[in-house]
DNA sequence: TTTGCCATGTTATCAGACAAGATACATTTT
DNA sequence: AAAATGTATCTTGTCTGATAACATGGCAAA
């Protein structure tokens, strides 16, 4: 970047001033001259300091907020989060182009759903049995309705995580769901629909053989069947991938 | 949640009016309602709209900025940014302040840990078993020299999800790594050195029999013997955790 | 048609104010 | 003396109004 102070380029448009102070105070912070929980300066020291307004101090810490560098308390101060350097696990979307990759996403997904289904069979209790029951009804009703349920679906998958009791499933669950929905709707084009009443007829059959093992409170059976559903699902997504391509 | 949008409840405001327009607004663009380089609402409007401030409004916009979500231009407007990234999965460290944090989140790598020895059984080829070896071989050399040997243990694992084939369950691995290895540093911690060794020696013999099972190129052994480990693992964080605590 | 000017709309920044939560200290009570 | 309580003060959250910088489209002049 050829932006000195001292030349002046009539080209180079100035970054604003709070961009300019968010890449000042983000580079302090992961220099680590502001180190972990420490307090950052008040916002009137900060305008003071750098002879800005307040709005340009506060939008620079909302930047650093998002980005996940610093958390503020009302009341008290901004402060350094634990782990600035903690990069957030991320899919591109660009990078799902292929068939493959695709699959590979899938892989991951059937690992922490093969778990979650695991432990609900375990920790399940009568609120989570009814939510997961109450999501094959949906997707029975959507079925009926001629939809593709693809929503209803995911909604049964995530009843199933939340039924761990375990917020971080459910939560890894809906990541993955905003990388992979997108691609799943390829089912919805299935034109015949003798075939595609059948290709749901078969998908919710494998529900309900969940259903039924958590129910049991069997967790191996949970696993068992979780792991059939998603890979037979992989091997759906493969046929149909492939024909559409 | 009991939080219904007519009943105004006096305990629960829990994220600020900022960070609700930051959810409003960045579902709404991920979820395309507002389609890449389309222009946002103005200012005004989205404070007539959203019945805020205008330090609201900027703050919020400034946010989905340092998201990337969104570009403004003095003069012109906001617009949503050409790619809109993918929502994140991101772990916020200070989540785990409690016990209970991390072992959910150790749960979640149990998954797919327990899932990656299994594709690593199947997938395995030479350059990879002779990889997972030599991570053994470090961790022994490191016991000997005294060593906690944290870093060769998170190596030992990450080598058998680079041995699935499927690079996303090394990016998770090393992912849950950033977030977990901080708190792991507790087993360095261990005063007794008998008790340190004994504690390795039986962290060192599951490690093995994972790596049996692989060889073997048995999946169902594989996964069996790292959910023992992990899970073994998880038993050992809590008692050391309750200890120092 | 092309050029230049300008009115209008929009974002960037500034300034001041009050509300709400947090903290430290003095006060009161036990 | 110790603990509970009240209060002054500091800090962030939000609101309001104003000015500057920039962008855009229309209009008039060449």
Redesign the pocket.
């Known amino acids: 970047m050829a932006r000195s102070p001292t030349a002046f380029s009539p080209l180079t ?1 100035p970054l ?5 102070l968010v890449e000042h105070l983000g580079s302090e912070i992961r220099a680590g001259r502001y180190k972990p929980t420490e ?7 900060l ?1 003071a300091r750098f ?6 101090v ?2 620079a ?1 909302a930047s650093l907020k998002a980005e996940g560098l610093v958390v ?7 402060f350094v989060a634990q782990n600035p350097t903690g990069k957030p696990f991320r899919i591109v979307s660009d990078d799902l182009k292929s068939i493959a990759e695709v699959l590979n996403v899938l892989q991951l997904r059937l690992a922490v759903e093969v778990e979650a289904a695991g432990l609900a069979a375990i920790e399940r209790d009568d609120h989570g049995l009814e939510e997961i029951g109450l999501c094959l009804d949906r997707i029975d009703a959507a079925v009926r309705a001629g939809d593709a349920a693809i929503e209803a679906d995911y909604e049964f998958h995530l009843s199933i995580a939340r039924a761990t009791g375990n917020p971080y499933f459910e939560r890894f669950m809906r990541f993955l769901g905003t990388v992979l929905i997108p691609r799943q709707t390829v089912r919805a084009g299935i034109e015949n629909p003798r075939v595609r009443r059948d290709y749901l007829d078969q998908v919710q059959a494998e529900h309900r053989a969940i259903h039924a093992a958590i129910v049991a409170s069997d967790p191996d059976a949970a696993r068992q069947t979780t792991r059939a559903h998603l890979e037979a699902g992989r091997v759906r997504y493969l046929a149909i991938a492939r024909e559409t391509a």
Chains 1, 2 share one sequence.
């Open positions: 448009v604003s001033r709070t961009a300019q307090r950052l300066p008040t916002e009137q020291e305008m002879d800005v307004s307040r709005t340009v506060r939008e810490v503020t308390r009302q009341g008290s101060g901004a």
